[in-house]
């Protein structure tokens, strides 16, 4: 099992930035696929972007390409995720969330095991 821990969320306003780093407990971090989901007030959970085990390979919706870039740091088992050009439509909460990959290219799951409390963002207009 590994725990995941989401930290640098905030307010900020449009057009700001942030970057959001999750924390991983265990040594074979390297071993899952990652990615950062969010869920606004009223909304479903939402995938925002996914990375393969090494980070050689990302899956970026177009809803935030050009904006959110995600990269990983396996040697200090932390994801980050850095959010630019915000807008309040970016307002959530944002979770990490992981998978045991299955490939070197995996980059998203059918579903997550492990989870992080969220953290929390807003953006104001």
């Known amino acids: 099992q590994v725990q995941l821990v989401e930290s640098g969320g905030g307010l900020v306003q449009a057009g700001g930035s942030l970057r959001l780093s999750c924390a991983a407990s265990r040594r074979t971090f390297s071993s899952y696929a990652m990615a950062w989901l969010r869920q606004a007030p009223g909304k479903e959970r939402e995938f925002v972007v996914g990375i393969s085990r090494s980070g050689g390979n990302i899956y970026l919706p177009d809803s935030v390409k050009g904006r959110f870039t995600i990269s990983r740091d396996n040697a200090k088992n932390t994801l980050y995720l850095q959010m630019n050009g915000l807008t309040p439509e970016d307002t959530a909460v944002y979770y990490c969330?992981?998978?045991?990959?299955?490939?070197?290219?995996?980059?998203?799951?059918?579903?997550?095991?492990?989870w992080g409390q969220g953290t929390q963002v807003t953006v104001s207009a």
């Open positions: 969330a992981a998978c045991p990959a299955l490939s070197a290219t995996q980059a998203t799951c059918p579903a997550y095991a492990y």
